[in-house]
């Protein structure tokens, strides 16, 4: 099938520019637009932007174990409609993706049941317990494109160190949850003045450079390939400045949550706030806005975690952890867009471009060549957040009925069109 997509303004991550023009699409593929369009489909899209998909790591899919809260099929649905063309899935299922076995069963029941691309993650260490590293190059010949334990940190410093030179070996990429278990244990909030207002359990930001310090230590030692998912306070970003500076083959993370919400958007327990790590003051919020825009922190991701109501509706510090953000992924990022912090284009670095390079993807570029896994998108389209009507299975976003711009109009994966508004 032959596209041609006509007056869009094209956002390209990788000459950081905004042009308005012409898009052709054959074959799945971006390719040069042919002199005879006789019997091409053209698309006018009126002005409005068309972008690479979005390539979100560390999107929790509750298969196997935990399908009541999310399938293969209601996160592809939510992913399609939030203009995400590839999900990179998190290990920490029931059971773990430790296995050949199990990384398999999830790129064959992601392939079966989701519209887009599936590249799984797979578990450091047998059962996501820090013990015992599982067997790396058959699940890369599996098909996993990275290795971690998500947020249950390797806490035995002599496993990770082994862990690190192993996947060094086979070239690896090791993405970390960078935190001091110690002193994160039991933690619902960031420490200070509202956490003790609010009397709840709390952490102080230095956990988060504590655990980057170790970290990057024995990246150092090992030379491995490292990603922090999640980088949310301004305390940790001197560690990260020195380590890129040194040359370590080191990228930084950071979700959509702590780039647009803070502490304080706790208010009064509403546990649907509740993330891990939690929400941090508002000058550690523009810190992250700041590290993106320049380039510190590499990638945005959506840390999509569904829980269902049972675990929400708990006293603040006793629920489960997480937000829902597939769908809510790129509307949020349009207010940093429309605040004035970000361009459109550098956004598209952190929420496509960069994801693809960090794990070796075809996507995230407009190129020639590249596949056509493209979002169709009005970033001034207004509207206000229902949470049931998110396609998700588990409802639990923080962004309900909150006011928001930017409406995915239309979502392509292969030249395919797998999304609609």
Known sequence: MAVLFENAELIDPVRGSMTLGALFVGDGRIAERPDDISGVTRVDCGGKCLAPGLIDIGVKVCEPGERHKESFRTAGLAAAAGGVTTMVTRPDTLPAIDTPETLLFALQRGAEMSPVRIAPIGSLTKGRAGREMVEMGFMLDAGAVAFSDGDSVVQDTKVLGRAMAYAKSLDAVVIAHPQDQGLSAGAA?????????????????????????????????????????????????????????????????????????????????????????????????????????????????????????????????EAASGAVALETLLPAAMRLFHAGNIDLPTLWQAMSLNPARLLGLEGGRLDLGAPADLVLFDPHAPFVLDRFALKSKSKNTPFDGQRMQGRVLQTFVGGEEVYRA
Do not use: W
């Open 189 to 317: 909030v960031t420490s200070g003045k509202f956490a003790s207002l609010r009397g709840l359990p709390a952490v102080s930001p230095m956990a988060e450079r504590m655990g980057l310090e170790r970290d990057l230590a024995l990246v150092e030692m090992s030379g491995v390939r490292y990603h922090a998912d999640q980088i949310s306070t301004a305390a940790a970003l001197p560690a990260l400045k020195r380590a890129k500076a040194a040359g370590l083959s080191v990228t930084a993370g950071t979700s959509i949550h702590h780039l647009t919400l803070n502490e304080l958007d706790v208010g009064d327990y509403r546990s649907f706030f509740k993330v891990k790590p939690p929400l941090r003051s508002e000058d550690d919020r523009m810190a992250m806005v700041e590290a993106v825009s320049e380039g510190v922190i590499d990638i945005i991701s959506s840390m999509h975690t569904p829980q269902d109501e049972e675990s929400k509706r708990l006293p603040f510090e």
